[in-house]
Each structure stands twice: as structure tokens, then as C-alpha cells.
């Protein structure tokens, strides 16, 4: 997110040392990497909450197409049927081939 080097984290330090003193300086330290934390942790649980709600749509739409397939192959499967039971009364001679009166 920032590039923050060496020498800005010394800087950092160092103005922060001068303005809120020795004494107080650990307490602060303490509350900032404490806020730091929880904020990455909120951060880190909102993306895992939208990257499992993105996971949750792509399968519904995946079993959307599913059930979409499923409707063709049950067409196709009819289709098939009623071909069978048309082509099934033809009369065969004995080469298996149809005979046409």
C-alpha cells in the first residue's frame, strides 16, 4: 500500500519520540500496532466474506446452466425416443437394410 523505507520509519520514530515523549512513547506504539491489527483483520474478513459470496454466485449460475442441460438432454432424449419407435416399425429384409414398398 505505501512504500515506507528505513529511513522514513526512523524519521517517523524520531518525530514521534521528540512530540509525545519517552514516557508515553511504548503505551502509543502499543495502541497504534493494537488499531494496525484489528483494522487488518476487518480488512482481511471483509474480503474473504466477498470473495466467498462471489464463490457462491458462480455456483448458482453454474447450476443454473446445469439444470439448463439438463432440460436439453431430457428434449434430446424424447427426440431420440420417438426416432427409435418411428424407425422401429420398418420392415428389414435380412441384410438388415429397410425394405420401401
Known sequence: MFDVGFSELCLIGLVSLLVIGPERLPKVARL???????????????????KLE???????????EQSGLEDAQHLLDETSDALKATIDPLPTDITGQYELK
Open 32 to 50: 497504534a500496532g493494537f488499531w494496525l491489527g484489528k483494522t487488518r483483520r476487518m480488512a482481511a474478513s471483509v474480503k474473504e466474506e466477498i
Open 54 to 64: 462471489l464463490q457462491t454466485e458462480e455456483l448458482r449460475q453454474i447450476f443454473k
